[in-house]
């Protein structure tokens, strides 16, 4: 694996697609420069890391269903204590979520969406945003896929049922920019 690069990093080199992306990325920078830990659940704003996984064989995309937003999303999540590297949290991520032990960043490790992601409040916690960093990884055993508990399905999905399944507009967009690629 390439060396690891902290989201400031990644963040810095990073080519909004948009204004309301640049608006975004542009947050997340202050956030992380303010600080102590912008991987803290502490912070309001805080960084997460996901990746739409890929089967490049045959196109498909495998989602994972988030009881706590009721809806189909990607997989990922939060940094550990002392984690500084997108690409190693949503690796380590998509394995926990989905077994697959042979996930890879495709078709190269490059950041591919950024957004800011509004959590509802919970019995556990207050509401808060993800500074949602994502990637696309791919598989090369689809088959070995296991969700990690039962309350969390996958699914493997073609694109077009990827669009129907999802409700997070943002989501879409990631999906728009993983298309092509499998094209």
């Given at each position: 694996?390439?060396?690891?690069?902290?989201?400031?990093?990644?963040?810095?080199?990073?080519?909004?697609?948009?204004?309301?992306?640049?608006?975004?990325?542009?947050?997340?920078?202050?956030?992380?420069?303010?600080?102590?830990?912008?991987?803290?659940?502490?912070?309001?704003?805080?960084?997460?890391?996901?990746?739409?996984?890929?089967?490049?064989?045959?196109?498909?995309?495998?989602?994972?269903?988030?009881?706590?937003?009721?809806?189909?999303?990607?997989?990922?999540?939060?940094?550990?204590?002392?984690?500084?590297?997108?690409?190693?949290?949503?690796?380590?991520?998509g394995?926990?979520?989905?077994?697959?032990?042979?996930?890879?960043?495709?078709?190269?490790?490059?950041?591919?969406?950024?957004?800011v992601?509004?959590?509802?409040?919970?019995?556990?916690?207050?509401?808060?945003?993800?500074?949602?960093?994502r990637?696309?990884?791919?598989?090369?055993?689809?088959?070995?896929?296991?969700?990690?508990?039962?309350?969390?399905?996958?699914?493997?999905?073609?694109?077009?049922?990827?669009?129907?399944?999802i409700?997070?507009?943002?989501?879409?967009?990631?999906?728009?920019?993983?298309?092509?690629?499998?094209?």
């Open positions: 694996m390439s060396t690891p690069r902290s989201a400031d990093a990644l963040l810095q080199a990073y080519r909004p697609a948009d204004d309301t992306e640049a608006a975004d990325v542009a947050r997340i920078r202050e956030m992380i420069a303010a600080a102590d830990d912008p991987w803290s659940r502490e912070v309001p704003l805080h960084l997460t890391a996901s990746a739409v996984i890929v089967d490049p064989a045959s196109s498909r995309v495998l989602l994972r269903w988030h009881a706590k937003m009721g809806s189909w999303l990607q997989i990922g999540g939060h940094g550990d204590p002392g984690e500084v590297d997108p690409l190693a949290v949503v690796l380590r991520e394995e926990e979520e989905t077994g697959l032990a042979d996930l890879s960043p495709w078709p190269d490790a490059a950041l591919r969406h950024v957004v992601v509004p959590v509802p409040e919970s019995p556990k916690e207050a509401a808060h945003e993800h500074a949602d960093l990637f696309v990884l791919a598989t090369g055993t689809p088959g070995a896929a296991r969700p990690e508990k039962p309350t969390a399905p996958l699914r493997w999905v073609a694109m077009p049922e990827a669009y129907e399944l409700s997070e507009d943002n989501l879409r967009e990631t999906l728009s920019r993983v298309e092509p690629l499998l094209s």
